[in-house]
């Protein structure tokens, strides 16, 4: 790791023009290219604290080994030499965007002396006109199709062009009307070329005068009896009018634009562009790329503009550009596209109207384009079965964890304070086993005792279920026989290790932990796994489901997992192999103290910061950093978002239910059902709290001792002031609160 200090160019060595800068490795590579207006304001932001640096500049300047420039006159020389140089060096650094496939295009080859209409993927061509790109090959020989009834122009490659030629017979193309045939001369070159031509402009969307020339040629021919040649220009209008329908019209028939859109996260971002020529949609292509340097959303929006138009020219640039964020400063991006283009380039955020409404669109396929990268990596079998064995290499594990449980926590400014408990198993989230939490010990925001809270809780419960079937004692004593036929004092070894349970693998009674039923050390999970389900209760859980198997004495095992006498799954049943916790090092220390106070120490630990998305290990003082594209650091991000995702999802739900509760959410064993029942029968909360217990009594399914509670805690609850209009001043009366009640009790007296 370099020192930047080391390479720091002198004070006032650097100039303060517009410029393009390069950092360099200890290897002479180009690891990063950058523009600024100033290169030496830029520059000396490298420089400065490392603590004050975004985490991916400070990797980028501590790779680094030297740092070079390059000043130029005005900022769209420095885009355009941003531009080349980051398509000549490659750097690591800098974000890359990358077609998830090769699109394909319609292209008409005017270079050529009878120009040929084709599909072509790859890069653009000199002299060739492109459409598109589209998201099939088939749909472009679908429009092609039905166009060549109107613009016979040749497709056929040079080879059938010459062979055609040297026999003078045209292809079948030729019978049928499809081609010009100008391989036998049936049209001269230039004939040819004006017919490929009609072609590109109905294309790029100038079609209304085409198809109204086409339909005054269609009445002129029937005015003058010419029914046969009217019929073939009928024909003709209704094969380019099912030619346009295959596009979509979106905005304006004369708007030509660009729209692009951006959906990211903290590691990964995804871009979408749909290409509008005409009004109507001409084409989509999408990318997805590493967030590697620090970038924001209009960071990435002018890498986009780079990769997109950075070899165009003319009428592929469009007049006008939608973005979700215009770079800042935008003037040097519009004019090196006004330049591109060789007329003006607006380069906008739609604000309303139809371009929002298709911008919105758009915005939905790039986040649509990012969830199904991050998905297809997750759903190939060798694929996670690389990653699992990279998390146990890299953790040092003897076996890779085919269960691994991720921890998080969650709070508004420390109230309504949870935890969730996720599941993998084999790289994928079985949503059976999540369990959310409420912390109980204390009141506050406290991250790290949160964690060592919840993880106590959720491995005391696995620690009880092996005490309440017995495998506790049988694996004490299983372990003491090992023990004692090593030392070959069997009998003896067994009876100590029933009276004290000191052998390896036995647990031991200590009482340390709050209410804790004792210790064990955990077993090797096998490969099935107990099906579970439910939410969190006063201990992580309030029920289960699961395959039901038949009824057996004592601990049994099941398809997916032990079962208890009752026929269900067990509870907590199994431990993981690997626990991951939302944090750094303070929370995994937390979470490997809770394993030690329980006993539990074959269960690995580790934490998952997000600044760097390192790896942390208890006792470690540094952090273990998988790369970048290594499959197991993309596995657990995916079971820590998963566990914030569970975690905030619960947190949200139980304020938004604070917030709406009312008095008779105080109620104990009052339910939803009950509540309903009441605010019904006496239309609202203030006419309930008047109501005596007898009366109370009438609503159906309210016993008396309910009706006590409900008049108890309505008694002790201080009545709201009177409901006022505030445009009137005036008091509502008690009719209208009572038709305002709602289901919840929440509504006001």
Not at 93 to 112: C, G, H, I, M, Q
Request: aromatic residues 6%; charged residues 30%; glycine residues 10%.
């Amino acid at each position: 790791m370099a020192d930047p200090s080391s390479y720091r160019p002198k004070p006032g060595q650097i100039p303060e023009s517009p410029g393009v800068y390069k950092f360099r490795d200890e290897h002479g590579r180009v690891i990063y290219v950058g523009k600024a207006k100033s290169l030496r304001q830029r520059l000396s932001s490298y420089f400065q604290d490392l603590a004050n640096l975004h985490p991916r500049t400070r990797t980028m300047v501590t790779t680094a080994a030297a740092v070079e420039w390059t000043v130029v006159s005005t900022e769209v020389e420095a885009l355009q030499l941003e531009y080349s140089w980051i398509k000549e060096f490659d750097p690591r650094f800098n974000v890359k965007y990358r077609d998830d496939k090769s699109y394909p295009s319609l292209a008409v080859t005017l270079n050529e002396e009878f120009p040929r209409v084709q599909v072509m993927r790859g890069a653009k061509k000199k002299g060739v006109r492109y459409f598109g790109p589209y998201a099939h090959a088939w749909a472009i020989r679908e429009t092609v199709d039905l166009m060549l009834r109107v613009f016979p122009v040749r497709t056929c490659s040079a080879g059938v062009f010459k062979r055609s030629a040297q026999i003078g017979r045209p292809c079948l193309l030729g019978y049928i009307g499809k081609c010009s045939a100008p391989c036998v001369g049936r049209v001269t070159a230039e004939e040819h070329r004006e017919l490929a031509e009609e072609f590109c402009d109905f294309m790029a969307g100038r079609t209304g005068t085409y198809l109204r020339r086409l339909e005054q040629r269609m009445h002129e021919a029937a005015e003058e009896m010419e029914y046969e040649r009217a019929a073939r220009l009928r024909d003709d209008i209704g094969a380019l009018k099912r030619a346009m329908e295959k596009n979509a019209v979106v905005l304006a028939d004369a708007t030509d634009a660009d729209l692009i859109a951006v959906a990211e996260d903290e590691l990964e971002a995804a871009v979408q562009i749909f290409h509008v020529r005409g009004g109507r949609v001409r084409g989509q292509r999408g990318w997805v790329t590493d967030k590697v340097e620090a970038v924001d959303t209009a960071g990435l929006v002018e890498h986009a503009l780079q990769q997109l138009y950075g070899e165009e020219r003319g009428d592929a640039v469009p007049k006008e550009v939608l973005v979700p964020a215009v770079p800042d400063p935008a003037e040097p991006v519009t004019q090196w596209l006004t330049e591109r283009r060789g007329s003006r380039v607006d380069l906008r955020v739609p604000q309303r109207g139809d371009k929002k409404d298709l911008m919105a669109t758009v915005q939905r396929n790039a986040q649509q384009a990012l969830a199904l990268h991050k998905t297809k990596r997750a759903s190939d079998l060798t694929t996670r079965s690389r990653a699992l064995e990279e998390i146990a290499e890299a953790l040092g594990l003897d076996s890779a964890p085919l269960r691994v449980e991720c921890f998080d926590i969650s709070h508004l400014q420390g109230d309504d304070v949870v935890a969730s408990m996720v599941v993998f198993e084999d790289g994928l989230p079985r949503k059976s086993e999540y369990r959310r939490f409420q912390i109980k010990s204390f009141a506050g925001q406290d991250d790290v005792r949160s964690m060592h809270e919840v993880v106590s809780r959720r491995f005391r419960r696995y620690l009880q279920e092996k005490q309440k079937t017995g495998e506790w004692e049988e694996e004490a004593a299983r372990a003491a026989e090992e023990a004692a036929g090593a030392t070959g004092a069997a009998g003896e070894a067994a009876e100590a290790a029933g009276a004290t349970g000191d052998v390896p693998g036995a647990a031991r009674a200590t009482g340390d932990a709050p209410g804790a039923a004792g210790a064990a050390s955990g077993s090797a999970m096998p490969p099935g796994a107990p099906g579970l389900t439910g939410t969190a209760g006063s201990t992580g859980t309030t029920g289960t489901t699961g395959p039901a198997g038949q009824p057996l004495d004592g601990p049994a095992e099941g398809p997916s997992g032990p079962i208890g006498e009752d026929g269900r799954p067990k509870r907590f049943a199994y431990p993981p192999q690997l626990v991951v916790v939302d944090g750094g090092k303070p929370q995994v220390a937390a979470a490997q103290r809770a394993l030690d106070e329980l006993g539990v120490d074959d269960v690995a630990v580790c934490g998952l910061a997000k600044r760097l998305e390192e790896v942390w290990l208890p006792d470690e003082d540094d952090p273990v950093v998988l790369p970048r594209s290594s499959e197991g650091l993309y596995l657990l991000q995916r079971v820590r978002d998963e566990a914030h995702r569970f975690a905030i999802t619960y947190q949200r739900s139980k304020r938004a239910k604070s917030m709406k509760a009312g008095p008779l959410d105080t109620v104990p064993g009052l339910g939803d059902s009950r509540k309903q029942a009441l605010l019904k029968h006496f239309g609202s909360v203030k006419r309930l709290r008047a109501a005596t217990v007898e009366q109370i009594c009438e609503v159906p399914g309210v016993g008396r001792k309910t009706a006590e509670t409900v008049a108890a805690a309505l008694a002790g609850a201080a009545p709201a002031g009177p409901a006022v209009n505030t445009a009137t001043g005036e008091i509502i009366e008690d009719e209208a609160t009572g038709t305002a009640a709602s289901s919840n009790g929440g509504t006001r007296p």
